[in-house]
């Protein structure tokens, strides 16, 4: 595991997305109190940047079309059957975001 630093915890606005590069993975970080969530940023309809949608309630809904995402699963939430947006491990050190790309948190593959 190798964290990255990415961003500090208050450059994330409370109502949509940031939008970061790790390790040429564009990731959205989503902010819930002093929790931080970080979900692949390129939505699985049509490729819209996930992070400039509205973002309430652990979800984020896209802006060109509508499709929502759980950011803490990756899941659609009303279709939980579906394949989810990477997520992966996140952790806050002296409020810096640290993100570990090599750390898929909702790999199917997982054990
Ligand atoms: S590009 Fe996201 S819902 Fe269409």
């Known amino acids: 595991m190798a964290y990255v630093d990415v961003a500090r915890l208050d450059e994330i606005p409370s109502d949509r997305g940031l939008r970061v590069q790790v390790n040429g993975i564009d990731l959205g970080l989503y902010r819930m109190g002093d929790r931080v969530y970080a979900m692949e940023d390129d939505c699985p309809h049509a490729g819209f940047p996930l992070s400039e949608g509205e973002f ?35 952790r806050i050190v002296d409020g810096r975001i640290q993100v570990d790309p090599d750390d898929r948190i909702n790999d199917p593959q997982r054990p």
């Open 56 to 90: 309430r309630d652990c979800v984020i809904v896209c802006k060109a079309h509508g499709w929502p995402f759980d950011v803490r699963t990756g899941f659609d939430p009303d279709n939980p059957d579906g394949f989810p947006i990477p997520c992966f491990a996140v």
